[in-house]
């Protein structure tokens, strides 16, 4: 397990942009700040619109005249391996590292790099095996259908997964043939920048992978409206996706949106008691609750309310709050003094709506971003603090009656993201799953998910998934090949011959087939064949 670092070096970055190692053309930095210690440990350049300028410029050559879209699938799923290896190799630094700038626990963020690694590894051998199909079609035609690679792509990533989001993307964007611009948050770029030296070391030719650090109001916006970018894969807030949506419009550019929730967790009387509890911590406090699909809402029957509200308030009490890197700690601190700003307004808004404060709701004094596991019982779904994203270690919890009411106010939300189901009885899980509006289910079990499954949201939780097959064709064009087997003309202006009518081949009935007859010449094979008794005009 790793120790708490305790040297106070500041660490300095350069970005990548067009195969080499720069600063913001203007020398411009932002500061990097643990949010254990509230202490700045990097600088990283503060990127300009002249910088991700280039950075098009770069992309759009790789893309356009480079050899990654004309490697085959083999050549380079190899180079992605070769990368995916070397993330397992460094899995420990990497892991501090994603800890010390964001908060992650490094027991947390240590399972984020083996998905990390395993995502890559998974497309490698994906895009192997994918290829495209053909198609039964009327007449002497074969018809094919062929995926081809978006082109320039641009991953806007949040700060709460910064490798595994930045590996979501980059690794079917990849695998397809396209190359990538990757643009993390502000707050927390280091790993994604260990991950371009990777990618430079494995060999990835220039321009296929940058990582260009700025702000997203000026470097997101500039590169989600960039008409020489052919697609924008953004995850983060409903608010800046609904942003880059409208920017993606002035091109039509593909967008790919994976955005917020407020997903609801149902307890049932007869669920597993222990495990009901245990699934409800983890939903909702594991990552400091600053995770989309974590269970904000836990919806419990009436029947068991006050006995599981009871255990689950002395379970939250006992969470262990503290450094990321301490191994002691169960739950890390916020990412930031806004993210703490964000949780206490909504904690404010919670007690002014009349919901009941169980444990929590205060922020631990000291340096860093700490915040207590924070519950609220007796809430109405209606209230704010159970219709808005928090992002924060806050649950409400909202009781229930029946298995109608569950599902009704699981669904009464605008966000689909995530939601999950808690009881022994199959049939009843199977019916509740069904009728939940969201992407992502589960059933007696929290959180896990697989690179192998589709992830995303239903409603204003996104548009188009990650993950799995579907994450794959996100990245790819699809298109259609139709080539005529009896090398006739298609004769369509040939003025004088009957053959002359557009579109016949397509309209004769079999029925009006026949053989060809000795004597007729090959160019008039496909008309004698298929259009025997066509009139000019049909
Ligand atoms: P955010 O929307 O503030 O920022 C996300 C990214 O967008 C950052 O890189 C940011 O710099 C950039 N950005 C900001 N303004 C921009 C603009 N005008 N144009 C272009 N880019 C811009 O989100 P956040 O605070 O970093 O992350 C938290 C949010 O992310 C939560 O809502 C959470 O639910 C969501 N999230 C969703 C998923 C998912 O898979 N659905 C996963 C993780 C996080």
């Given at each position: 397990?790793?120790a708490?670092?305790?040297?106070?070096k500041?660490?300095?970055?350069?970005?990548?942009?067009?195969?080499?190692?720069?600063?913001?053309?203007d020398?411009?930095?932002s500061?990097?700040?643990?949010?254990s210690?509230?202490?700045?440990?990097?600088?990283?350049?503060?990127?300009?619109?002249?910088?991700?300028?280039?950075?098009?410029?770069a992309?759009?050559e790789?893309?356009?005249?480079g050899?990654?879209?004309?490697?085959?699938?083999?050549?380079?799923?190899?180079l992605?391996?070769?990368?995916?290896?070397r993330?397992?190799?460094?899995?420990?630094?990497?892991a501090r590292?994603?800890?010390?700038?964001?908060g992650?626990?490094?027991?947390?963020?240590?399972?984020d790099m083996g998905?990390t690694?395993?995502?890559?590894?998974?497309?490698?051998?994906l895009v192997?095996?994918?290829?495209?199909?053909?198609?039964?079609?009327?007449?002497?035609?074969?018809?094919?259908?062929?995926?081809?690679?978006?082109?320039?792509?641009v991953?806007?990533?949040?700060w709460?997964?910064?490798m595994?989001?930045?590996?979501?993307?980059?690794?079917?964007?990849?695998?397809?043939?396209?190359?990538?611009?990757?643009k993390?948050?502000?707050?927390?770029p280091?790993?994604?920048?260990?991950?371009?030296?990777?990618?430079?070391?494995?060999?990835?030719?220039?321009?296929v992978?940058?990582?260009?650090?700025?702000?997203?109001?000026?470097?997101?916006?500039?590169?989600a409206?960039?008409?020489?970018?052919d697609?924008?894969?953004?995850?983060?807030?409903?608010?800046?996706g609904?942003?880059?949506?409208?920017?993606?419009?002035d091109?039509?550019?593909k967008?790919g949106l994976?955005?917020?929730?407020k997903?609801?967790?149902?307890?049932?009387?007869?669920?597993?008691f222990?495990?009901?509890?245990?699934?409800?911590?983890?939903?909702?406090?594991?990552?400091?609750?600053?995770?989309?699909?974590a269970?904000?809402?836990?919806i419990v029957?009436r029947?068991i309310?006050d006995?599981?509200v009871?255990?689950?308030?002395s379970?939250?009490?006992?969470?262990?709050?503290g450094?990321?890197?301490?191994?002691?700690?169960?739950?890390?601190?916020?990412?930031?003094?806004?993210?703490l700003?964000?949780v206490?307004?909504?904690?404010r808004?919670?007690?002014?709506?009349?919901?009941?404060?169980?444990t929590?709701g205060?922020?631990?004094?000291?340096?860093?971003?700490?915040y207590?596991p924070?519950i609220?019982?007796?809430?109405d779904?209606k209230?704010?603090?159970?219709?808005?994203e928090?992002?924060?270690?806050?649950?409400?919890?909202i009781?229930?009656?029946?298995?109608?009411?569950?599902?009704?106010?699981?669904?009464?939300?605008?966000?689909?993201?995530?939601?999950?189901?808690?009881?022994?009885?199959?049939?009843?899980?199977?019916r509740?799953v069904?009728?939940?509006r969201?992407?992502?289910?589960?059933?007696?079990?929290y959180?896990?998910?697989?690179?192998?499954?589709p992830?995303g949201?239903?409603?204003?939780?996104?548009?188009?998934?990650?993950?799995?097959t579907?994450?794959?064709?996100e990245?790819?064009e699809?298109?259609?090949?139709?080539?005529?087997?009896?090398?006739?003309?298609?004769?369509?202006?040939?003025?004088?011959?009957?053959?002359?009518?557009?579109?016949?081949?397509?309209?004769?009935?079999?029925?009006?087939?026949?053989?060809?007859?000795?004597?007729e010449?090959?160019?008039?094979?496909?008309?004698?064949?298929?259009?025997?008794?066509?009139?000019?005009?049909?």
């Amino acid at each position: 397990m790793a120790a708490v670092p305790n040297d106070t070096k500041i660490l300095e970055y350069q970005m990548f942009i067009a195969g080499e190692w720069v600063d913001a053309e203007d020398g411009a930095v932002s500061e990097v700040v643990d949010p254990s210690t509230d202490t700045t440990i990097a600088r990283v350049p503060k990127a300009t619109v002249g910088d991700a300028e280039r950075a098009v410029r770069a992309a759009r050559e790789a893309f356009d005249h480079g050899p990654w879209p004309r490697l085959n699938a083999v050549e380079r799923g190899a180079l992605l391996r070769a990368a995916a290896d070397r993330i397992r190799e460094r899995a420990d630094e990497l892991a501090r590292l994603e800890s010390m700038q964001m908060g992650k626990l490094y027991s947390e963020a240590i399972v984020d790099m083996g998905d990390t690694a395993h995502t890559f590894d998974y497309y490698a051998g994906l895009v192997q095996d994918s290829g495209g199909e053909t198609l039964n079609v009327p007449g002497e035609t074969m018809s094919m259908v062929v995926r081809e690679p978006v082109g320039v792509t641009v991953g806007i990533t949040p700060w709460n997964y910064p490798m595994l989001m930045a590996a979501w993307k980059a690794a079917p964007s990849l695998a397809a043939g396209n190359v990538m611009i990757l643009k993390p948050a502000s707050v927390s770029p280091l790993t994604n920048l260990e991950l371009a030296k990777i990618f430079e070391e494995v060999g990835l030719p220039e321009g296929v992978f940058q990582v260009i650090t700025g702000s997203g109001g000026e470097i997101g916006d500039y590169l989600a409206g960039h008409a020489d970018v052919d697609m924008v894969a953004f995850t983060g807030s409903v608010e800046v996706g609904k942003h880059i949506m409208r920017k993606g419009a002035d091109n039509v550019k593909k967008v790919g949106l994976e955005l917020g929730g407020k997903s609801p967790n149902i307890v049932f009387a007869d669920a597993d008691f222990e495990a009901a509890i245990d699934g409800a911590l983890v939903g909702i406090f594991a990552g400091t609750g600053e995770v989309c699909s974590a269970g904000s809402r836990l919806i419990v029957e009436r029947a068991i309310y006050d006995r599981f509200v009871g255990e689950l308030v002395s379970r939250a009490m006992a969470i262990k709050v503290g450094p990321a890197l301490d191994e002691d700690s169960e739950m890390g601190p916020l990412v930031s003094q806004q993210q703490l700003d964000t949780v206490e307004k909504y904690v404010r808004i919670g007690r002014e709506e009349g919901a009941k404060l169980a444990t929590g709701g205060r922020r631990l004094e000291g340096r860093g971003f700490y915040y207590e596991p924070t519950i609220f019982v007796d809430v109405d779904n209606k209230m704010r603090v159970a219709q808005e994203e928090i992002f924060g270690p806050v649950l409400v919890v909202i009781p229930f009656d029946d298995e109608k009411q569950a599902v009704e106010i699981a669904n009464d939300t605008i966000y689909g993201l995530a939601g999950a189901v808690w009881t022994k009885d199959v049939t009843k899980a199977m019916r509740v799953v069904k009728a939940l509006r969201a992407g992502i289910t589960w059933v007696n079990t929290y959180h896990p998910t697989y690179s192998e499954a589709p992830w995303g949201g239903y409603k204003q939780s996104g548009i188009g998934r990650e993950l799995g097959t579907y994450g794959l064709d996100e990245y790819t064009e699809v298109k259609q090949i139709n080539i005529d087997l009896t090398d006739a003309p298609m004769g369509v202006y040939q003025r004088g011959k009957e053959k002359n009518v557009a579109g016949s081949r397509r309209v004769v009935p079999l029925s009006d087939r026949r053989p060809f007859r000795e004597g007729e010449n090959k160019a008039d094979e496909s008309w004698v064949q298929f259009c025997e008794n066509c009139k000019p005009g049909m």
